[in-house]
């Protein structure tokens, strides 16, 4: 299996002993989450004080795939927009840090061999350098500070203040979820639904070999998909961890991952979050 996948989400592998909460409506809203009960806790590396808290939004655009980042809300609790990119004409407002270290050279992912298909000495393409960031991140040392990181695609905009304090009380106060995420509201957590559509919409961004003017090779949508459905991906995972949650019960069987995309807070001074992304089971 590659590297990065075919499609633009992420397979987090081995959902185990990580608390995990699904956000469906936006924050603030009474049906706001689900959350996943699992037979372990997980166990943070310290803890800490609101008022030493620290968390980032990061995201990442290269080339020029975006030319703009929506406005970056200051937040009630001490926190950074951080926005990765090579391009020299990236439009934002004040909030946003811009950093130009070109850290999937000078940090490379553990897991990239040169052997896989989009390791990024075979798929140089900005689209795929960019995933780097989403899911190789605990790579860059200035991203160690903070407590919570949350990935953001470019195309998003927090419009609320009380984001990352919220996200705060949940995951380091509460200790409800060691991993924050949004399901896609219109997949209803199928990947196979993701599948189709970028087949039928003919998304070049995967199955063209030349895109934005740049080469890359040809990804095999739904030889990924099956790839993923061999090696135990289960597409009721969505439902059943709704269901066992409605019932305060745990998740009891062992699952591939869990699609998502979008927004992903992780704690990141969480031991099973570091040993999770470290041992290479997130696939993107």
């Given at each position: ?7 633009r ?10 608390g995990?909460l ?5 924050f603030?809203?009474a ?12 166990r943070?590396l310290?803890?800490v ?7 980032a939004?990061i995201?990442?655009?290269f ?18 927009y951080i ?37 990024l000495?075979n ?10 960031y989403?899911?190789n ?8 500070k903070?407590d919570?990181?949350v ?8 419009e609320?203040?009380?984001t ?39 998304s ?10 740049q080469?890359?090779p ?13 090696q ?5 995972f ?11 019960g745990?998740?009891t069987?062992?699952?591939l ?28």
């Open positions: 299996m590659s590297l990065f996948s075919t499609l989400l992420c397979l987090l592998g081995a959902i185990i002993a990580i995990i699904f956000l469906r409506h936006p603030g809203s049906a706001s989450h689900r959350l996943l009960r699992h037979r372990d806790h997980a943070r310290e803890t004080s609101l008022k030493d808290f620290k968390g939004f995201t990442a655009t080339g020029n795939f975006d030319n703009w980042l929506k406005y970056a809300h200051p937040q009630t609790v001490s926190t950074d926005c990765f990119t090579d391009n020299p004409l990236l439009k934002v407002s004040e909030n946003w840090i811009i950093d130009r270290e070109p850290y999937h050279i000078s940090h490379p992912s553990k897991l990239d061999n040169g052997k896989m298909w989009n390791s000495i798929n140089n393409h900005t689209f795929n350098i960019a995933k780097y989403k899911q991140f605990q790579n860059i040392p200035r991203l160690a903070y919570i990181i990935w953001l695609d470019a195309t998003l905009e927090i609320w203040d009380n990352m304090e919220w996200l705060y009380n949940k995951m380091l106060v509460d200790q409800r979820a060691s991993m924050v995420l949004f399901s896609h509201e219109m997949r209803a957590g199928k990947l196979n639904v993701e599948v189709f559509a970028n087949m039928m919409t003919g070049f961004k995967y199955i063209s070999t030349e895109w934005l003017g080469k890359q040809y990804q095999d949508i739904n030889k990924q998909y099956t790839a993923y459905i061999n135990g991906y289960n597409e009721s969505w439902l059943d961890s709704s269901v066992a949650s409605k019932a305060g745990p998740i069987k062992d699952q991952g869990v699609w998502m995309t979008a927004f992903i807070a992780f704690d990141n001074k969480n031991e099973q979050i570091s040993r999770f992304l470290d041992i290479g089971i997130f696939k993107h």
